[in-house]
């Protein structure tokens, strides 16, 4: 299936605000298979309005369920915001890209759970940070 959107902040409200920098996770990621290691294709999102979540400069980071992850940054991005975006965390159980060419992955026993905290770096255009 597509990727799950985790909604990581409240929708943005008004105008001036940017999404920039390089955001830092501290995630558990856990393989929902017994002995099979795991990995979450992580991508910050951008929801706006009805329209499907979309990556953020197509930035995706993977991790592995057999790896701890403090304060680990993911892919750096840039994005002016609008009034109602919601900024989260796209979470793919498969990316293509991350396959090696002639040789494709079985995702079918990708299952994950992934659990933490991610900081955004969200500021307002003239340098604030919220």
């Known amino acids: 299936t597509g990727p799950q959107f985790v909604p990581l902040a409240d929708p943005v409200v008004g ?3 940017v999404l ?3 955001p830092v996770a501290s995630l558990a990621v856990t393989s929902d298979v017994p002995g099979v290691v795991g ?3 992580l991508a910050v999102g951008i929801q706006r309005g009805e329209a499907e979540p979309f990556p953020v400069d197509y930035q995706v980071q993977p991790l592995r369920s057999d790896r701890a992850h403090e304060d ?17 965390l796209l979470i793919y159980g498969d990316f293509l890209e991350f ?4 040789q494709p992955l079985n995702f079918a026993t990708n299952g994950v759970t992934v659990e933490g905290t991610v900081r955004l770096p969200i500021f307002q255009a003239a340098g604030q940070r919220r």
Do not use: S
């Open 39 to 41: 990995t979450a294709f």
């Open 72 to 88: 680990a940054p993911l892919r750096g991005v840039a994005e002016r915001l609008q009034p109602g975006d919601r900024v989260g």
């Open 20 to 22: 920039a920098g390089v």
């Open 15 to 17: 105008a001036d605000q």
């Open 99 to 102: 396959e090696a060419a002639g």
